[in-house]
């Protein structure tokens, strides 16, 4: 294998390098980010919760203030019974009062109802309290965690862009440029081993890196000009092994 190719596979390594550590970087920063909006939609329903607990709660004031201003009318009319005149007026009077009392006993009932309601939303907001306590107290662990991670990655990943630069000297510009493009699809992974097949010709070639066939013309140029060739289907350098069966 030419220097050229050689110093491609040596800057690739410190390629896959960098990808694997910018991977853990967001694998923790996607750790914190979920946690965090975990956080947020317990959050938003215990907020639901609450809102339907004072619309709940005004309700049931409602209501009652309805009772009363019945309660009150029922005294007016008691007040009336001992005014009327005949026994129509009185049976009249008696059957407002029965219908007030009535109607009081359902909104009671209606009432009632809304209570229950309100502590169960009560308990439903309590138990949400205690899973976002619990939740906070779930992110300063991971928080402390990747911090301390974090800082560790992020060395390890200026160690290696430093290395990754004095890899790339002696690489002429346009061939790194490809290079660089190649690797981004391919988190670093910018080459590939030609795959020779059988053991007499004619052989069979495969792209180590899609693992679909390639024409011996590949193989025969790598084998005679170190030069850049690409595999037909995904884009990737191609290379020889130096130790594969020609």
């Known amino acids: 294998m030419g220097m050229l190719l050689e110093s491609l596979r040596k800057l690739q390594k410190i390629e896959q390098d960098i990808a694997h550590v910018r991977g853990r970087i967001r694998v923790r920063t996607n750790a914190v980010n979920v946690q965090t909006r975990k956080i947020e939609k317990l959050e938003q329903e215990r907020d639901s919760l609450s809102a339907q607990s004072i619309d709940r709660r005004k309700l049931a004031d409602s209501l009652e203030l309805d009772i009363k201003d019945r309660d009150a009318q029922v005294l007016s009319f008691r007040a009336g019974l001992n005014a009327a005149r005949s026994n129509k ?9 029965n219908t007030l009392k009535a109607d009081s006993a359902q909104i009671e009932d ?20 205690t899973q976002i306590e619990s939740e906070e ?3 300063n662990e991971i928080n402390s965690q990747s911090e301390k991670e974090l800082t560790k990655l992020n060395g390890m990943l200026e160690s290696l862009n ?13 061939t790194l440029s490809t290079f660089e493009r190649i690797a981004a699809n391919y988190e670093g992974e910018a080459m590939a081993m030609i795959e020779i097949h059988g053991r007499k010709p004619p052989h069979t070639y495969i792209c180590g890196g899609c693992f679909m066939g390639l024409t011996p013309e590949h193989a025969n140029a790598l084998s005679l000009r170190d030069e850049i060739r690409t595999c037909d289907n995904c884009g990737r350098i191609l290379f020889i092994d130096p130790h594969a069966q020609q």
């Open 137 to 139: 107290a779930r992110l």
């Open 162 to 174: 430093k290395t990754r630069e004095g890899a790339t000297e002696g690489i002429p510009a346009g």
């Open 110 to 129: 209606r009432e009632l109802t809304v209570m229950q309601n309100i502590e169960s939303l009560k308990t439903q907001i309590d138990e949400i309290a």
């Open 89 to 97: 007026e009185y049976a009249a009077i008696l059957t407002q009062i």
